[in-house]
């Protein structure tokens, strides 16, 4: 099977092995999103751009194989505190409004900078 792949340039791509994206017949899977920006947190202290600033990412490498938001069938969102539930909701609302992939939202003890409160993974089919 071909496979397509998107990377952003993130240090741990190379490192840990693996590409924001990637495209297997009709399917894409995009890895766990951040809001890292050049090695920078973006949003640093608020959820709601982090979270924007993720799906941002997953627009992008969507777009660059040949799928929209609207293929997307499935997200995941893993949150540092989910208190703050309702303003990471409301960026992935805006992004999904009536697209309203089946979703899932989990608390975790931690992500891969201290400093990050949010991560978004997402599938989509493409027909």
Known sequence: ???????????WEPLV????????G???EVAGTTAMKDGEVVGVGDPYEQAKF???????????????MSHVVRTRMFVTDISRW??????HGEF???????????????LIDPRLLVEIEAEAIVE
């Open 17 to 24: 092995g693996y590409c924001r994206a990637i495209r297997a």
């Open 86 to 91: 309702e303003e990471i909701g409301r960026a």
């Open 54 to 68: 993720a799906l941002q990412t997953i627009e992008r490498a969507l777009r660059e194989l040949g799928a929209e």
């Open 96 to 110: 999904f409004k009536e697209i309203r992939p089946a979703a899932t939202m989990v608390e975790v003890r931690a």
């Open 26 to 28: 009709n399917r894409i």
């Open 1 to 11: 099977m071909d496979r397509e792949r998107v990377f952003t340039g993130s240090p």
